[in-house]
T-cell receptor, first 113, second 112 residues
């Protein structure tokens, strides 16, 4: 069955430090992968997406993610975190012709000043 | 990006009441979705539609119903609200080709 695992429930980093959020997926075919961010009480905002081609994708707000087929991973990175990046981050895999998304449980990011 | 709207943003209602959560998008997207999300938890798909007059149940069983009479409108209805329906409900849409889903701001529902 298709699934998405985000191993880290909660991460705390200092402002200015680098960040990597982990995401592993299970899906038999070529995956379509996404990262979304959710601020408290808000909907989800698309950070970036991978459909095919270059395995390193750039997104908004200085985020990037790298698709590694051999590891079934799609980790999100940012070289220098800002206090405004504190939020919940969701990894998702798109399946089927109806663009159904399977979400991970999310990683809550806290940023220390 | 899609412009997608949800009303109300917050709703507190008593048990047994009928409620309708509104969702509208202005991008002409064929596909629309409803998700349920409990605080601090992942999203679960409860309904989706791939066009006018098409609706399907999602992965999470829900007592709610949906309709799709117009492309831009995808309302969700609870005939008789219960405390177990307390949750956040997120609406999303996506273009015809395979692509990302774009989300509305959500409706936080509390049933007392």
């Amino acid at each position: 069955a298709q699934s998405v695992t985000q191993p880290d429930i909660h991460i705390t980093v200092s402002e200015g430090a680098s960040l990597e959020l982990r995401c592993n997926y299970s899906y038999g075919a070529t995956p379509y992968l996404f990262w979304y961010v959710q601020s408290p009480g808000q909907g989800l905002q698309l950070l970036l997406k991978y459909f095919s081609g270059d395995t390193l994708v750039q997104g908004i707000k200085g985020f990037e993610a790298e698709f590694k087929r051999s590891q079934s991973s799609f980790n999100l990175r940012k070289p220098s975190v800002h206090w405004s990046d504190a939020a919940e981050y969701f990894c998702a895999v798109g399946i089927g012709g109806y663009n159904k998304l399977i979400f991970g449980a999310g990683t809550r990011l806290a940023v220390h000043p | 990006e899609a412009d997608i709207y949800q009303t109300p943003r917050y709703l507190v209602i008593g048990t047994g009441k009928k409620i309708t959560l509104e969702c509208s998008q202005t991008m002409g997207h064929d596909k629309m979705y409803w998700y349920q999300q409990d605080p601090g938890m992942e999203l679960h798909l409860i309904h989706y539609s791939y066009g006018v007059n098409s609706t399907e149940k999602g992965d999470l069983s829900s007592e709610s119903t949906v309709s799709r009479i117009r492309t831009e409108h995808f309302p969700l209805t609870l005939e008789s609200a219960r405390p177990s329906h307390t949750s956040q409900y997120l609406c999303a849409s996506s273009p015809p080709e395979r692509g990302a889903q774009y989300f509305g701001p959500g409706t936080r529902l509390t049933v007392t």
